[in-house]
């Protein structure tokens, strides 16, 4: 399976943008990029996929490298309830298309 | 829309006990999908139903564990009998289709403790 690689947590200030980056060195051409988050003691949330072009929703923007190998979830203006462990997923073709989370990077967001 | 409901939130139980986890998906999504989260695993995939049938329950722990979803609008996890171990929280999700291009809904999970 591809994997993927986060920082296991970061910090952020209220207010500010966020970029979380996830490394992914092994992905296949055919390999959805997903990201989730689960904020304290909730399941976790679907927040934004993409395959190859930047992508944008009201939670976030995902920005994809132009070879593939790494990514960036960015919050544009971080609140203290963006704080969550945030995964990055890999999502393949077939059997391979199961939601399968790593360890996530843990975000705190201070005041 | 509710989203994903299940119940109980939280259950207490002691080992040898049977244990039921309830899940109720969105309406109109024709997966289901069983998570367990411990500390020390993380989140896993347990079993998943497509149109109320198992695809792939692989994830299964052990025979002590079994899921049925009886109708599209219902699933049930049970144990039996639990063990201390089984302590974890499990959360419910649903999609509307399988595979990359779509994304799940979870339950808010439920917090199973077994003493």
């Known amino acids: 399976d591809a994997k993927t690689t986060q920082p296991n947590s970061m910090e952020s200030n209220e207010e500010e943008p966020v970029h979380l980056p996830c490394n992914h060195s092994?992905?296949?051409?055919?390999?959805?990029i997903h990201w989730y988050r689960q904020l304290p003691s909730q399941g976790p949330e679907y927040v934004i996929h993409?395959?190859?072009s930047n992508v944008n929703n009201r939670m976030a923007s995902l920005a994809i490298a132009e070879d593939r190998k790494s990514s960036t979830l960015i919050l544009h203006r971080a609140t203290l309830r963006d704080a969550a462990v945030y995964y990055c997923?890999?999502?393949?073709?077939?059997?391979?298309?199961?939601?399968?989370f790593g360890k996530g990077t843990k975000l705190s967001v201070k005041p | 829309d509710a989203g994903v409901i299940q119940s109980p939130r939280h259950e207490v139980t002691e080992m040898g006990q049977e244990v039921t986890l309830r899940c109720k998906p969105i309406?109109?999504?024709?997966?289901l999908f069983w998570y367990r989260q411990t500390m020390m695993r993380g989140l896993e995939l347990l079993i998943y139903?497509?149109?109320?049938?198992?695809i792939d329950d692989s994830g299964m722990p052990e025979d002590r564990f079994s899921a049925k979803m009886p109708n599209a609008s219902f699933s049930t996890l049970k144990i039996q009998p639990s063990e201390p171990r089984d302590s974890a929280v499990y959360f419910c999700?649903?999609?509307?289709?399988w595979g990359q291009g779509y994304g799940y809904t979870f339950g808010s999970g439920t917090r199973l403790t077994v003493v």
């Open positions: 999700a649903s999609s509307s289709g």
């Open positions: 092994t992905i296949s051409g055919t390999d959805y």
């Open positions: 993409g395959l190859t």
């Open positions: 997923i890999l999502r393949g073709r077939g059997s391979q298309g199961n939601l399968i």
């Open positions: 309406s109109g999504h024709d997966y």
């Open positions: 139903f497509n149109n109320n049938v198992p």
